[in-house]
């Protein structure tokens, strides 16, 4: 019996590291060695090696879409806890058995390709769109508001994406959310609110961390986000990187961004651990019922 | 003594889930400043008893007044009672400190008053050197500890305990109970405990209420329910008991009736009113068994028995008597080493007697 656990356990990790030294390590670094090179019409990169991409990043132009991109992100993430916590909670307070059905259609649209979804933004948002014509058709404007290629568009298609990603961990730290801490807060006199700051948003903030982390982390670099919905003025950092690879063919640069991107990720990861660690899951609890 | 005070009154609580009546018109007044226990096996509604007097359970009809103020339709977070949960509940993301702080932060007590009143609450949990732990540093004694003192701190006018001490291994239960007591004469709160550990209640208690299927078996002090139980259920509820079939054949007056147990005539006092011929149960605590060798010479009746198992325990050796009749008696009785004949052997014929007065008398239960 011991062997054959141990086999699996040889076969299960071996193979897992083999798949991320393959196609997650590897890559990584190539993208780091490829940010600290030169580009080359002829062999796209050559060396000598150093880090003049770096310093073309720090250009005022790129800081500004930086910026940009970092902020419409924490808009969409800000929009999205607004609207997957009180939806999460809702999901929570649904008997047992519904549950699985309403996360089954919280993640239905996934099996839809995004792309498509976000042309059907583009058709609702435009000009000709649903609703520029019902205001019109209602007579509350005389001539179609811009909608389409703005900042709220981007914002609107990255939440309406990321959603389901901000609504999961949530849900899954609601539901862990033991009732009784909530009858002892009661019990010594807590109302509803004050029962939602001190017991329900301290104890699901490892939730809320991994939600908001599931969407800004990706929302900087769904280029066709913004690429479909925000024009050529609303950029976010992954439309940067995909020109410098396919269109100007500069893969120092393009490698540069995604190196920043990453070290910017990472750095929200370790603040995601701080937090977690922050709230002591075991403890206070023993397990009998009350 | 003064006339006792009503604090908290409980007319007709009735609670339906689904087809399970847990609580069947249920009446209780709870005395200001004593130590109440209610005392069931599980499922008789005690909890929901409890959670209904906090709040946290809604009724089906009845009310419940605290102070004569009916509190029925005030919300848990407005009653001035707390809890110490069976599962203690403390808040796994605050220190102890915050936990202790927590109802006295949520009534607006003023800033500077609550550091004392919390500290004065931890050492009188003797955890004054725990305020910054959190409660999965603490062992389950200690957290326990924590639940009391986040509950007393607040100065309720009823602290209801459900189970506190059921997750606490033996030693520390037994400490607990002294330490609950004692705490609760100190504070002169009125305690409200729920068990189902009958040893508990009675060495807690200066009441205690017996319930089954959600209704009252009996009320009263503990050595009332002990000595004279009400019903059969509560007899072999509270502590081991041995149970006799008797028949009423002669009725002397004034409560005395001459009963046939085990085919011999006793003179037997009982509670009761009987008519001649009644069937009666005849109840004996094992401690109020008397195993004598049957050789010695016997100036009452007694009966006769069969050793069929010795049970060496410590402080007591309890023995296993069958009757002729088939009914198998436990007795049990504390050591004395001057006496010769104490120790019976096995297929060994006993007489058996018991302290007369000392036996209780219900009518016949299956």
């Not at chain 1, 900087?220 to 439309?239: E, H, Q, R, T, V």
């Not at chain 2, 002090?221 to 002990?226: C, D, F, G, S, V």
């Not at chain 2, 049970?311 to 050796?317: A, F, V």
Request: hydrophobic share 45%; glycine share 8%.
């Amino acid at each position: 019996m011991k062997f054959s656990i141990g086999q699996f356990r040889f076969w299960a990790i071996g193979l897992a590291s083999v798949w991320l030294t393959l196609f997650v390590l590897f890559p990584n670094l190539l993208v780091i060695l490829t940010s600290f090179l030169t580009r080359d019409p002829q062999a796209t990169v050559s060396l000598p090696i150093n880090a003049d991409s770096y310093v073309r990043t720090l250009d005022l132009l790129y800081l500004r879409v930086l910026w940009d991109s970092l902020r419409m992100s924490l808009l969409a993430m800000i929009a999205c806890l607004l609207i997957g916590y009180p939806f999460a909670m809702a999901i929570v307070s649904l008997p047992k058995r519904w549950q699985p059905v309403i996360l089954f259609l919280v993640i239905l649209p996934f099996w839809t390709n995004s792309l498509v979804r976000t042309y059907a933004i583009q058709f609702i948002l435009g000009n000709q769109g649903i609703i520029n014509k019902s205001l019109i058709g209602l007579g509350l404007i005389d001539k179609p508001m811009q909608l389409l290629y703005t900042q709220f568009a981007v914002i609107l298609g990255l939440c309406y994406i990321l959603l389901p990603f901000m609504v999961l961990p949530l849900y899954s730290a609601l539901e862990k959310l033991d009732v009784r801490l909530h009858h002892a807060a009661k019990d010594l006199g807590a109302g509803p609110l004050s029962r939602f700051w001190h017991i329900t948003v301290p104890l699901t903030s490892p939730g809320i961390v991994a939600g908001c982390l599931m969407v800004l982390l990706p929302a900087m670099g769904m280029f066709y986000i913004s690429d479909l919905l925000g024009g050529a003025k609303n950029l976010l950092l992954g439309n940067v990187i995909k020109t410098q690879f396919l269109h100007t063919r500069d893969w120092p640069f393009g490698s540069a961004f995604s190196v920043i991107l990453i070290v910017l990720l990472g750095f929200m990861l370790w603040l995601y651990f701080r937090a977690s660690r922050f709230v002591s899951k075991q403890g206070g609890l023993n397990g009998s019922d009350f | 003594m003064n006339e006792p005070r009503a604090l908290l009154n409980l007319n007709n609580l009735s609670k339906t889930y689904g087809a399970n009546r847990v609580l069947d018109n249920f009446d209780l007044t709870i005395f200001d400043g004593e130590f109440f226990t209610l005392l069931g096996p599980s499922g008789c509604g005690k909890t929901t008893v409890l959670r209904m007097i906090a709040g946290l359970e809604d009724t089906d009809t009845g009310d419940i007044q605290l102070d004569g103020h009916n509190i029925g339709q005030v919300p848990a977070e407005k009653r001035p009672i707390n809890t110490v949960f069976q599962s203690y509940a403390l808040f796994p993301h605050m220190t102890v400190f915050d936990n202790v702080a927590f109802g006295l932060r949520m009534s607006g007590v003023a800033k500077e008053e609550i550091a004392p009143r919390v500290t004065e609450a931890l050492e009188m949990v003797r955890l004054g050197d725990f305020a910054q732990r959190k409660p999965a540093q603490l062992s389950g004694g200690q957290q326990q500890r924590v639940a009391i003192a986040r509950a007393v701190v607040n100065r309720p006018k009823l602290l209801l305990l459900d189970e506190s001490l059921s997750a606490l291994d033996y030693k520390l239960r037994q400490q607990m109970q002294i330490e609950l007591k004692r705490l609760q004469r100190k504070l002169g709160i009125t305690f409200v405990y729920v068990t189902h550990d009958q040893e508990e209640a009675l060495s807690m208690s200066d009441r205690v209420v017996v319930m089954n299927k959600g209704k009252v078996q009996q009320l009263g002090t503990p050595r009332e329910i002990y000595e004279q139980p009400a019903n059969l259920f509560v007899a072999k509820f509270i502590g081991e008991i041995n149970q006799l079939d008797g028949e009423i054949v002669e009725i002397d007056g004034n409560h005395e009736y001459e009963v046939r147990v085990e085919g011999l005539k006793w003179r037997l006092h009982a509670e009761h009113n009987f008519k001649v011929g009644d069937k009666v149960n005849v109840l004996l605590r094992p401690e109020d068994v008397r195993v004598e060798y049957i050789d010695d010479p016997h100036p009452d009746q007694y009966l006769v028995g069969e050793v069929v198992e010795r049970n060496y325990k410590g402080k007591t050796l309890d023995s296993l008597i069958r009757l002729p009749s088939g009914i198998e008696v436990i007795a049990s009785e504390f050591f004395d080493e001057d006496d010769p004949s104490f120790d019976y052997s096995l297929n060994q014929k006993v007489a058996i007697k018991w302290v007369p007065g000392w036996e209780v008398v219900l009518p016949h239960e299956v």
